[in-house]
């Protein structure tokens, strides 16, 4: 089994999730590997150029060994998106996913930037070509091109069609992403193992649940 884990916006391979879980699936004898999804960059930021970078991580695994996403927020997104059949998903490197672990999932990021900047401030990104927001890795504020939303609007995570177990964890309490997503994407997909706890966004305070979760999902 291939572990991969797919950081959020504003985050990277060093996030709080990837290092908390790490360690624990090293203990199992598993690597779990974290590609860096600002890609191009965080300024540049694209969906394609995230699904391409994550598209060769698979490509460059050793064997044939099924490949579990674990997508953490907007990771959820590319997850759900690579391994959709209208895109990555009906090739043979999609085809070796068998399991998706989604967290607290942006199953529709462009609509998230519309609730959070409202009709005026989209305008104003559109019109000036850049927003601010807040990398957690680099501690600041850094611009973000207006082209990355334009790349979200070209995916449908939540029309996606995928045939494979997933387990979504999702804080009842997250102002980020609502829940609600998580809900309507899980009621049409009897496939999908739906779990909501009480925890925010970040779900740092549930990591042993999620731990529990994990290896009762993937039979560790």
């Given at each position: 089994?291939?572990?991969?884990?797919?950081?959020?916006?504003?985050?990277?391979?060093?996030?709080?999730?990837?290092?908390?879980?790490?360690?624990?699936?090293?203990?199992?004898?598993?690597?779990?590997?974290?590609?860096?999804?600002?890609?191009?960059?965080?300024?540049?930021?694209?969906?394609?150029?995230?699904?391409?970078?994550?598209?060769?991580?698979?490509?460059?695994?050793?064997?044939?060994?099924?490949?579990?996403?674990?997508?953490?927020?907007?990771?959820?997104?590319?997850?759900?998106?690579?391994?959709?059949?209208?895109?990555?998903?009906?090739?043979p490197e999609g085809e070796r996913i068998s399991r998706l672990i989604l967290l607290a999932p942006a199953l529709d990021p462009a609509?998230?930037?519309?609730?959070?900047?409202?009709?005026?401030?989209?305008?104003?990104?559109?019109?000036?070509?850049?927003?601010?927001?807040?990398?957690?890795?680099?501690?600041?504020?850094?611009?973000?091109?207006?082209?990355?939303?334009?790349?979200?609007?070209?995916?449908?995570?939540m029309d996606a069609e995928i045939d494979k177990p997933m387990l979504i964890i999702h804080?009842?309490?997250?102002?980020?992403?609502?829940?609600?997503?998580?809900?309507?994407?899980?009621?049409?997909?009897?496939?999908?193992?739906?779990?909501?706890?009480?925890?925010?966004?970040?779900?740092?305070?549930?990591?042993?649940?999620?731990?529990?979760?994990?290896?009762?999902?993937?039979?560790?």
């Amino acid at each position: 089994m291939q572990v991969i884990y797919l950081h959020g916006f504003g985050s990277s391979p060093r996030s709080g999730k990837a290092v908390t879980f790490t360690p624990r699936f090293a203990e199992r004898g598993i690597t779990l590997r974290a590609p860096d999804l600002n890609a191009p960059s965080f300024e540049h930021l694209n969906m394609t150029a995230m699904l391409q970078r994550l598209h060769a991580e698979i490509a460059a695994l050793p064997g044939d060994d099924p490949v579990v996403l674990i997508g953490s927020s907007l990771g959820g997104a590319v997850a759900v998106n690579y391994a959709d059949k209208h895109h990555y998903g009906a090739l043979p490197e999609g085809e070796r996913i068998s399991r998706l672990i989604l967290l607290a999932p942006a199953l529709d990021p462009a609509a998230n930037w519309r609730r959070r900047l409202g009709e005026a401030g989209m305008a104003a990104w559109q019109s000036s070509g850049t927003t601010s927001a807040y990398h957690h890795a680099h501690e600041r504020d850094m611009d973000v091109h207006y082209g990355y939303y334009q790349s979200l609007t070209e995916y449908s995570p939540m029309d996606a069609e995928i045939d494979k177990p997933m387990l979504i964890i999702h804080g009842s309490r997250d102002e980020v992403v609502p829940v609600d997503g998580s809900v309507r994407f899980a009621q049409v997909r009897p496939h999908v193992d739906l779990r909501i706890v009480e925890s925010d966004h970040g779900l740092m305070d549930q990591t042993d649940v999620m731990w529990t979760a994990f290896t009762q999902f993937l039979s560790l």
